[in-house]
C-alpha cells in the first residue's frame, strides 16, 4: 500500500508517493490543478493501492486548495481512503506565503497570520523524503486565511 501527497498551492502542483513512509516517486506539472489532478490520478490509480490522501490544505491558491480538496475528498469517499492534511508551512521550511499585495501568511508556533513584508524570503514548496503519517490530520477541511473578495 502507497501514500499519496498532494501540494497545489502554486505552480508546479506537486504529488509524491510514498511507500512505508519513503518517497518512492515525485512527478511535478506546471499545468492547473484542475486540469493536471485527474490526469496524473487517473495514471496512479492503475499503478497503486493507496492507504491515505494527503495534502496541504493552504493558506496558498484559494483556487488550488478548493480543487484539491474537492478532488481528494471525492477520491477519499468514493474510494473509502482516509484524506488527511497538513498547513502548507510544513512544506516550504515554515517559509512566508503569499497572500495578497505585499500581505504575506506567516506561522508563529500554532498560529497563522497575515503580515505586511518587504521582502520575504520564500522558499518553494518541496515535497518531504520521508512523511510520518503522525505528523497529518483527519481535521482536513480548506484553510483560506483570507476571506474572498469581492
Do not use: C, Q
Given at each position: 500500500m502507497h501514500d499519496a501527497l498532494v501540494i497545489a498551492l502554486s505552480s508546479p502542483v506537486?504529488?509524491?508517493?510514498?511507500?512505508?513512509?519513503i518517497l518512492v516517486e515525485e512527478i511535478r506539472s506546471e499545468g492547473m490543478s484542475s486540469d493536471v489532478l485527474a490526469e496524473i490520478f487517473d495514471s496512479l490509480l492503475k499503478r497503486y493501492t493507496f492507504s491515505n490522501f494527503i495534502y496541504?490544505?493552504?493558506?496558498?491558491?484559494?483556487?488550488g486548495i478548493k480543487v484539491?480538496?474537492?478532488?481528494?475528498?471525492?477520491?477519499?469517499?468514493?474510494?473509502?481512503?482516509?484524506?488527511?492534511?497538513?498547513?502548507?508551512f510544513f512544506f516550504n521550511q515554515n517559509s512566508p506565503i503569499k497572500a495578497v499585495g505585499k500581505?504575506?501568511?506567516?506561522?508563529?508556533?500554532?498560529?497563522?497570520?497575515l503580515e505586511p513584508i518587504v521582502s520575504?524570503?520564500?522558499?518553494?514548496f518541496e515535497l518531504p523524503k520521508?512523511?510520518?503519517?503522525?505528523?497529518f490530520d483527519s481535521d482536513n477541511l480548506?484553510?483560506?486565511?483570507?476571506?474572498?473578495?469581492?
Open positions: 506537486l504529488v509524491g508517493i510514498y511507500k512505508d513512509g496541504a490544505k493552504g493558506p496558498g491558491s484559494f483556487m484539491t480538496y474537492l478532488f481528494l475528498k471525492t477520491l477519499s469517499i468514493t474510494l473509502k481512503i482516509p484524506l488527511l492534511a497538513t498547513d502548507a500581505l504575506y501568511f506567516v506561522k508563529n508556533r500554532t498560529t497563522i497570520e520575504p524570503e520564500i522558499i518553494a520521508n512523511i510520518d503519517l503522525e505528523k480548506p484553510y483560506y486565511g483570507i476571506d474572498a473578495v469581492g
